[in-house]
C-alpha cells in the first residue's frame, strides 16, 4: 500500500516536472526573440527539469556556446550523443557541429574536423529526403570543414568544401528567392571563396566572388535597412 502510494507521488511529481519543463520551454522561444539572456535562463531551467528534452537540450546547447560557457555547451551536447537512439538526424547534426565548434575553441583542429566530418555524413543522408532545412544542414556542415582546412593551409581542399557548400545554397536560393536566410548564406559562401583565391593569387575570380557578395548583402539591407546584421555583412563584403 506505501509502496502504491509513493508511486503515484513520485509519478506526480514528475509530471509536475515536467509541466514547468513545457512552461520554460515556451519562455525561451519568446525570450529568444528580445532577451538572449533571458532565454539562456529559460532552457537552463527546462533542461534541469526535463533533461530527456532534446531539442530544448540543443537550444541551451546553442544558448550556452554564445554566451562563453563552452562546459555547459558541451554537457548538453554530450547528453544529446548519449541519447542517439532517441534523437533526431538534425539533433545528432546539430551537436557534432557544436562539438566541432567547441574542439576549435579549445585549439584542438583535428578533433574538430573529426566531429565536421561526422556531421557531413549524417548531413548527407539525412539530405536524401530532399527537404530545404535538411539541404541547408549539409551546407553547415561542408563549411565548417573548409573552415578547418583553410585554417591547416588546405587550400585547395577547403575550396572545394565551400564549392560544395556554395553549390547547395544556389539551389536553396533559386528554389526559395524571398527566403533572406538563404540568400545570406549564399553571400557567405561567396565570400569565403573569394577569401580562399586572394590568398592562391587568384585575384580577379576572387574580386568576382566578392562583388557577387556584395551584391546580395546590399539588397538584404535594402530590403530591410534596421537589421544590423545585413549592415555587418554589407562591410564585411566592402
Request: no cysteine; hydrophobic share 40%; aromatic share 6%.
Amino acid at each position: 500500500l506505501f509502496r502504491a502510494f509513493a508511486q503515484d507521488k513520485t509519478d506526480q511529481v514528475n509530471q509536475d516536472r515536467k509541466e514547468a519543463a513545457e512552461a520554460w520551454r515556451h519562455t525561451g522561444a519568446i525570450a529568444r526573440y528580445h532577451s538572449r539572456a533571458e532565454a539562456r535562463e529559460a532552457y537552463a531551467k527546462a533542461v534541469e527539469l526535463d533533461p530527456d528534452n532534446l531539442d530544448a537540450q540543443h537550444l541551451h546547447a546553442e544558448l550556452q556556446l554564445e554566451a562563453g560557457n563552452p562546459e555547459a555547451a558541451r554537457q548538453a551536447y554530450d547528453h544529446i550523443h548519449r541519447n542517439r537512439n532517441s534523437a533526431s538526424d538534425k539533433q545528432i547534426i546539430w551537436a557534432e557541429l557544436g562539438l566541432g565548434q567547441l574542439a576549435i575553441a579549445a585549439g584542438r583542429l583535428g578533433d574538430a574536423l573529426e566531429h565536421f566530418e561526422s556531421a557531413k555524413v549524417d548531413a548527407e543522408r539525412a539530405a536524401e529526403s530532399g527537404t530545404l532545412d535538411s539541404l541547408r544542414t549539409l551546407s553547415v556542415s561542408y563549411e565548417r570543414i573548409g573552415d578547418i582546412l583553410v585554417a591547416q593551409g588546405k587550400l585547395d581542399a577547403a575550396g572545394d568544401a565551400f564549392q560544395a557548400s556554395l553549390d547547395i545554397r544556389e539551389r536553396l536560393a533559386k528554389d526559395d528567392p524571398g527566403n533572406a536566410g538563404w540568400q545570406r548564406d549564399l553571400s557567405v559562401s561567396r565570400n569565403k571563396i573569394g577569401a580562399v583565391l586572394v590568398v592562391q593569387g587568384k585575384l580577379d575570380a576572387a574580386r568576382d566572388a566578392f562583388q557577387s557578395s556584395l551584391d546580395i548583402a546590399d539588397r538584404l539591407t535594402r530590403d530591410d535597412p534596421g537589421n544590423a546584421g545585413w549592415q555587418r555583412d554589407l562591410s564585411i563584403s566592402h
